[in-house]
């Protein structure tokens, strides 16, 4: 499919618009099909969806079964043994008639509802039960039926922002741990982003799903692999980019590829024949309006030492020594424990990021409202 618009930014992205990450695509695609577990960190917008969905076309076409589960919106442990199951009933437990899959149904502890789609789609429905409802149970009861098809086919389960599940209950990552445990030919992909909260699950000292699976770190695209991209998306619909301009705008939209491609859309936007530095700017400045309600609430709701650390880091190379004196003046604080707490909780929520020299504001939008802002 041709899509109108050259970049594409702001959900996952298809073949079309996804370019790089080949060893990360063969690694993941490869312990799909061959019962291994995968933990994948990434901070947000980085890409970890559109890799998923491309590491499991390419593991479906090899004749892996594969689920895809995304645990973000799940509030209840109810919602994500029902996002669990349905991901295992749509995907690898998929096909058949309908009484076969009924018959799986029956053996889960607590019954879920099947509805069938005309199109031969299958939604996985658990009532809202009493409090005792073993929903951990549940889980597990479909991840054996799962290990069961694992004995003649190879079988995958990608659970995508993971980190969900501390917000819903902390203790549901030791039952994972105990399905992983007892699964061992079946391959779970374990993604997240909020990196904070994926190495508490998964790589710090005592975290319950501690060397579960091969860590894979996804960091930014590489320039010389992004450019070329743009180059050939901008000239596709028939503007010129030099691989110049191109730099420039991984430069200045880095390091998400997300912000990178929603710059480039931008300067596409209002470039004539031509994107140069001059319309990268103006890209910029357009993508920039656009947010500034966003921004300005976000802002609003900082503290003051957290409002003025943003600002440090929002100058150009970061805030290289946040306890310095001359930081500490800047924030008009005396102590470097304030700034200290300030920086893990602009990290935490993701706002600023480590840089090559110091803290960043991780979105460039903001870095620039945040810089031209009086
Ligand atoms: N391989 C890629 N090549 C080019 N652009 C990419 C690639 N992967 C992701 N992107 C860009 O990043 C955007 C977001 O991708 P995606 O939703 O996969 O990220 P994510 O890490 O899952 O984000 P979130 O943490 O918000 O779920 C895409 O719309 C696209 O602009
Ligand atoms: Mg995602």
């Given at each position: 499919?041709?899509?109108?618009?050259?970049?594409?930014?702001?959900?996952?992205?298809?073949?079309?618009?996804?370019?790089?990450?080949?060893?990360?695509?063969?690694?993941?695609?490869?312990?799909?099909?061959?019962?291994?577990?995968?933990?994948?960190?990434?901070?947000?917008?980085?890409?970890?969806?559109?890799?998923?969905?491309?590491?499991?076309?390419?593991?479906?076409?090899?004749?892996?079964?594969?689920?895809?589960?995304?645990?973000?919106?799940?509030?209840?442990r109810?919602?994500v043994a029902?996002?669990?199951?349905?991901?295992?009933?749509?995907?690898?437990?998929?096909?058949?008639?309908?009484?076969?899959?009924?018959?799986?149904?029956?053996?889960?502890?607590?019954?879920?509802?099947?509805?069938?789609?005309?199109?031969?789609?299958?939604?996985?429905?658990?009532?809202?039960?009493?409090?005792?409802t073993d929903w951990p149970g549940a889980m597990e009861d479909?991840?054996?039926?799962?290990?069961?098809?694992?004995?003649?086919?190879?079988?995958?389960?990608?659970?995508?922002?993971?980190?969900?599940?501390?917000?819903?209950d902390?203790p549901l990552?030791g039952t994972f741990?105990a399905i992983?445990?007892?699964?061992?030919?079946?391959?779970?992909?374990?993604?997240?982003?909020?990196?904070?909260?994926?190495?508490?699950?998964?790589?710090?000292?005592?975290?319950?799903?501690?060397?579960?699976?091969?860590?894979?770190?996804?960091?930014?695209?590489?320039?010389?692999?992004?450019?070329?991209?743009?180059?050939?998306?901008?000239?596709?619909?028939?503007?010129?980019?030099?691989?110049?301009?191109?730099?420039?705008?991984?430069?200045?939209?880095?390091?998400?590829?997300?912000?990178?491609?929603?710059?480039?859309?931008?300067?596409?936007?209002?470039?004539?024949?031509?994107?140069?530095?001059?319309?990268?700017?103006?890209?910029?400045?357009?993508?920039?309006?656009?947010?500034?309600?966003?921004?300005?609430?976000?802002?609003?709701?900082?503290?003051?030492?957290?409002?003025?650390?943003?600002?440090?880091?929002?100058?150009?190379?970061?805030?290289?020594?946040?306890?310095?004196?001359?930081?500490?003046?800047?924030?008009?604080?005396?102590?470097?424990?304030?700034?200290?707490?300030?920086?893990?909780?602009?990290?935490?929520?993701?706002?600023?990021?480590?840089?090559?020299?110091?803290?960043?504001?991780?979105?460039?939008?903001?870095?620039?409202?945040?810089?031209?802002?009086?």
């Amino acid at each position: 499919m041709t899509h109108l618009t050259p970049y594409h930014f702001g959900s996952p992205a298809g073949a079309e618009h996804f370019t790089d990450r080949r060893e990360e695509l063969a690694l993941i695609a490869d312990r799909l099909t061959g019962g291994q577990n995968v933990i994948l960190h990434g901070p947000r917008r980085y890409g970890k969806t559109s890799l998923l969905h491309r590491a499991i076309e390419a593991a479906r076409k090899r004749g892996g079964r594969v689920g895809y589960v995304n645990l973000l919106r799940c509030s209840s442990r109810r919602e994500v043994a029902q996002a669990i199951t349905q991901g295992i009933f749509s995907g690898p437990l998929h096909g058949g008639t309908t009484r076969r899959m009924a018959r799986l149904v029956e053996r889960l502890r607590v019954r879920p509802r099947l509805d069938f789609s005309p199109t031969g789609g299958v939604t996985v429905f658990f009532e809202p039960g009493m409090r005792d409802t073993d929903w951990p149970g549940a889980m597990e009861d479909a991840c054996r039926l799962l290990a069961e098809a694992s004995a003649s086919h190879a079988v995958g389960l990608v659970l995508d922002e993971f980190q969900q599940i501390v917000e819903v209950d902390p203790p549901l990552a030791g039952t994972f741990k105990a399905i992983l445990d007892e699964s061992p030919t079946v391959s779970y992909v374990i993604a997240g982003s909020h990196v904070h909260l994926m190495e508490r699950l998964t790589t710090a000292p005592g975290a319950p799903l501690l060397a579960m699976g091969e860590l894979l770190r996804l960091g930014p695209i590489p320039d010389g692999e992004m450019a070329p991209y743009l180059v050939a998306r901008a000239r596709a619909r028939r503007k010129q980019l030099t691989p110049e301009v191109a730099l420039r705008i991984c430069a200045m939209g880095g390091p998400a590829p997300n912000d990178i491609q929603r710059l480039a859309q931008h300067s596409f936007d209002v470039a004539g024949g031509s994107i140069g530095i001059a319309e990268v700017e103006a890209g910029m400045a357009l993508a920039m309006g656009r947010e500034s309600t966003t921004f300005a609430e976000r802002y609003e709701r900082l503290a003051p030492v957290a409002r003025r650390v943003l600002h440090l880091a929002s100058a150009p190379g970061g805030l290289v020594q946040p306890y310095g004196l001359a930081a500490l003046r800047k924030v008009e604080m005396a102590n470097a424990n304030a700034v200290r707490k300030a920086l893990a909780s602009l990290e935490e929520s993701e706002l600023i990021a480590r840089g090559p020299e110091g803290w960043e504001v991780a979105d460039p939008f903001f870095r620039r409202w945040l810089q031209t802002d009086p």
